[in-house]
C-alpha cells in the first residue's frame, strides 16, 4: 500500500501544478470565459449542477459499459473464429482491418438512422470504436502464442480442446487486456459521439447545450467528467487485467 502510494504521489503532484497553471494563466491573461474558464469556475459549475451531471454521467457510462460489453463478446468471438479456420483468417481478419479505413464519424449518422434516437444508437457507435481493438489484440494473442508449448503438449497427448483452453486462451489473454484497455478509454469517446449526433441526454449531450449557450464552465465541467469516466473503465479494465493474470500465473 505504500509502494502505491508513492508511486501516486508524483501524478498529484503534476495534476495539481497544471491545475494551478490553470486558475493563474487564465486569470493573468484575461482569457474570456467562454473560451476558457477559470478552474474554480469550472468546479463550481461542476457542484451546482451536480444532480443533473450525476444523472447525464450515468446515461453515459451505460451507453459505454453495454457497447463495451457487445464488444468484448463479439470480438472474441470473431478472434476465436479467426483462430480456428484458416478461411476465417483470410476473410473476415481482412474485413476487420479494412473496417478501420472508413471514419466511424461518417457511419455514426447511419447508426442513428437505423437505430433511431433511443440508447440503441449510442451504443452502436461505441461498438463501432470499441470491437476493433478487441478483436485484433485478441487475435494477434492467439497467433503470437509459444508454439514450443504446443509442442509439447501435442506430444504428451492434449487434444485440440486442451490446446485451446490450456495454451491458447491463457496466451491470448494479454493481448486481450491490451484491447481492452484500449477500447475501455475510447468507448466514452464513441457514447459522447453517439449522444451529439443523435443524443437526448448524457454528457456529451450536456456539453452541446453548453456549448451552444457560450457556458464554457459547463462545457468543461462535462469534459472533464468524460475524462474521469474514461479514466476509470481504463483502471476496471486494468484491475480485470491483474486478477486474471495473477491467477495464471499462480
Known sequence: MKQRLRSGVPVLVFVLLLALLWEAATAWLSIPHYIIPQLSDVLMSMWDNRQLLGKHFMITLGESLLGLSISVVFGTLAAVCIEGSSLARKTIYPLIIASQTIPIIALSPIMVMWFGYEIWSKVAVVILFTFFPIAVNTSDGFRTADSGIGEVMR????????????????????????????????????????????????????????????????????????????????????????????????
Do not use: C, H, Q
Not at 495454451?167 to 489473454?173: D, R, T, V
Not at 469517446?189 to 464552465?217: F, H, I, N, P, V
Open 155 to 250: 506430444s504428451m497427448g492434449a487434444r485440440r480442446r486442451d490446446l485451446f483452453l490450456k495454451w491458447k486462451i491463457p496466451s491470448a489473454l494479454p493481448g486481450f487486456f491490451t484491447g481492452l484497455k484500449m477500447a475501455a478509454t475510447i468507448s466514452v469517446g464513441g457514447a459522447t459521439l453517439g449522444e451529439w449526433l443523435g443524443g437526448e441526454a448524457g454528457l456529451g449531450m450536456y456539453t452541446k447545450r453548453a456549448s451552444s449557450m457560450l457556458r464554457g464552465d459547463a462545457v468543461f465541467s462535462g469534459v472533464l467528467l468524460l475524462s474521469l469516466m474514461g479514466i476509470l473503465l481504463f483502471l476496471a479494465a486494468l484491475w480485470l487485467e491483474k486478477a486474471a493474470l495473477s491467477r495464471r500465473s499462480s
